[in-house]
Every structure is written in structure tokens, then in C-alpha cells.
């Protein structure tokens, strides 16, 4: 079943059509991947699905057999639709624990501020979530420092803060812009592993945009190509890979097709 559904998705800014009559669908569990040169329209692709920009007319998206066409971005939160950023935007002043917490806040009917004021509900409640939050934490391998500021956190360990943050939502589909972006090929790598364990426990769909080509190769079973803001190839990772549209377009002209063939297999 897609639980992602785009029909004809366009977004243009003034004379630019970054985005033009993209359809694409991801089914419930998989891991979707993203991918195209510089500039074809990736980030933008997830600034539409998530409300950041509204689309062009005669676009629509279907999440969770919800319209979210030109819904605010609250709301597509709210329904379940996560990502992280390109930029992190973590509190380095708050501690990983409280981080994570921030993420998980619109789902406590109390708010954060609650244990001020609270009774012995409210309490209980805020426990079961730090239980919870600290679990989730385990996961990512960051358990350990769950008091110290995120600030302190090496870049690897604020990726994976980031994403414990956006899986905090109990999101049903996580989308991920460059997750390994700034990593070594080695801690991309085992980001990657984190991702997919996290999936299984999660019950998660993921689309991931990731620009080291191996990886996403590796993880993903659809892969998605865009180039100019046009899809221009779909398919497994052998499709894709083989596909002469995609080598055509994706490293130009600049690369033969073994070399650009080494880059998405090694
Ligand atoms: N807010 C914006 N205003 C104007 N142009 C934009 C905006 N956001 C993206 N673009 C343009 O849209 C195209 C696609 O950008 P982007 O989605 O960031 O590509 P990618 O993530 O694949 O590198 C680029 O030409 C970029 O300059
Ligand atoms: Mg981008």
C-alpha cells in the first residue's frame, strides 16, 4: 500500500521550475531514495511534501490517504510526517535528554512546562516518556550522554540526536535530507545501520536524500532520480544504476560510465 501518494507535483520560483509534474509513490516500510545532481530539486521535493513551500496549482499529495496539498506545516507534523534538516537546528544549551523530549512534546497532552504546575498524573505521565525517550536514546547510542549538553556532542553524535528528535514524533514516515552529510564515508555508513534498525522498531517509511551514492544504493529498495526538477529514472538500485538516462544525466558528461559506475557500487 503507497502510503505516500505525489500526483503531478510542480513548483516553480519566478522563472524557475525547480520542481515540474513530479508523481511518485512510497510504500508503507520501505526505505525510498532520492537522489540527482546539485540543484535538481531534492530539498525542494521535501520542502513541498512537508509545508514549507506551497506547491503550484494542479499538484497533489496524499499522506496517509490525507490531502496535505498546501496544508501548513503543523498539520502534515501532525499526521505523521517527520524529516530532519540540512542544518541541524539542535539546543546545544539543553541537554541530548531534553532534546529528544522537545520532539516528543506534541504528543504529551500536558506540554513541557506541565511539571511546574503538576499533580501526581501529570507526573506519572512525564516519566513514562523520559522511560520512553531514554529507550529511544539507547537506540541511537546516546544514552549515555543523555545529561550533557548537545552542544558538547561530536557531529556524528548530533546527526543521530537529530534523528532521535524527528523519531520522538513517532512519526509513521521519517524524511532524511543528507542524514551523513559532513561524515566520513565510514560514519555514514553506520548511520546507515542505525537508520535501518531504527526503522524495524519503529515501524517506519523512510525517503532519503544522500548525495555518497553507495549508500544509498545499499539501502534503498526504490530509488527515485531527478534531474532539472524531472524525474528521470525509477527503479531497484540495479535499474537505476544501469539506467543510461541516470549516468547520462547524474555526473554529465565529465565521467565515463565505468568511472561513474565504480562511484554508485564502491
Ligand atoms: N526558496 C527558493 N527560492 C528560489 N529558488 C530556489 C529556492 N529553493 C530552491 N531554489 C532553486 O531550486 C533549485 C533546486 O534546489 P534544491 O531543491 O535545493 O536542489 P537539491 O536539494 O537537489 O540540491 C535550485 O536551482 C535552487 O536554486
Ligand atoms: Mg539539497
Known sequence: M??????????????LQAINNV????????????IGPNGSGKSTFFNLITGVYQPDKGSLIEF????????????????????TFQLLRLYGELSVLENVMVGYHPHTKYGLLAPLFMGSEV??????????????????????????????????????????????????????????????????DNLMATIMTLKERYN????????????????????SVL?????????????????????EAYLGKEMADDDIRLAMNS
Open 123 to 188: 507526573r506519572r505521565q512525564d516519566k513514562l516518556v523520559k522511560a520512553e525517550m531514554i529507550e529511544l536514546l539507547e537506540f541511537i547510542g546516546l544514552a549515555e550522554h543523555a545529561e550533557i549538553p548537545a552542544a558538547e556532542l561530536s557531529g556524528g553524535q548530533r546527526r543521530l540526536l537529530a534523528l532521535g528528535r524527528a523519531i520522538a514524533m513517532r512519526p509513521k514516515m521519517l524524511l532524511l535530507d543528507e542524514p551523513g552529510a559532513g561524515l566520513s564515508p565510514v560514519n555514514v
Open 204 to 223: 517506519l517509511t523512510i525517503i532519503v536524500v544522500e548525495h555518497i551514492l553507495k549508500v544509498v544504493m545499499s539501502t534503498c529498495e526504490t530509488i
Open 2 to 15: 503507497a502510503l505516500l501518494e505525489i500526483l503531478n507535483l510542480s513548483k516553480s520560483f519566478g522563472g
Open 64 to 83: 496517509n490517504k490525507v490531502d496535505i496539498t498546501d496544508k501548513p506545516a503543523h498539520f502534515i507534523a501532525a499526521q505523521g510526517l517527520a524529516r
Open 227 to 247: 534531474d532539472h526538477g524531472q524525474k528521470i529514472s525509477e527503479g531497484n538500485p540495479d535499474f537505476v544504476k544501469n539506467d543510461p538516462a541516470v549516468i
Open 23 to 34: 508523481s511518485l509513490s512510497v510504500k508503507e516500510n520501505t526505505v525510498h531514495g532520492l
